[in-house]
């Protein structure tokens, strides 16, 4: 029996499976992470800390690094990287930029990534969910 080393891809996907309880998503992400890629950014896990953000330096690329530490919902692993991605789309800060209104244009272009995906429909109520609890945290802290 011949043993197969996995590529970083397949390694990245298990990473995500096992330690994000998403096997049963498998597919599903396996999809959602070739597209993105496809379209110039990198991704990874990290488990250093419970937030995710996206990363955009000259000399290093874009990249979005995911959360996995302490995952209480494995779908919002999805949600937070359509919500990454959606700060990717979103283009370079502008210096009239305000945080809330990066973060509101991520979550829209995150509903747009969302849409593209239809066999994820079922869990509308699930990333509505997210996206509010996300957002809130941000209208709390600077809307006071």
Not at 20 to 48: F, K, N, P, Y
Not at 89 to 103: C, P
Not at 106 to 125: C, G
Request: hydrophobic share 35%; net charge negative; proline share 2%.
């Amino acid at each position: 029996m011949a043993f197969k080393i996995k590529d970083r891809r397949e390694q990245r996907i298990d990473e995500f499976c096992a330690k994000a309880r998403m096997e049963s998503h498998r597919e599903i992400l396996t999809q959602i992470l070739d597209d993105l890629t496809a379209q110039g950014v990198t991704i990874s896990a990290r488990e250093d800390v419970e937030f995710s953000n996206y990363e955009a330096y000259p000399e290093q690329g874009k990249h979005i690094r995911i959360s996995l530490k302490n995952v209480k919902i494995p779908l919002d692993v999805i949600w937070i990287l359509f919500h990454e991605f959606g700060h990717f789309q979103s283009g370079d800060i502008k210096s009239t930029d305000t945080v809330i209104g990066r973060e509101e244009l991520a979550w829209n272009y995150a509903d747009a990534t969302f849409k593209t995906y239809p066999e994820l429909n079922d869990e509308l109520e699930s990333y509505e969910t997210c996206k509010l609890r996300c957002l809130s945290t941000y209208y709390k802290k600077y809307k006071g």
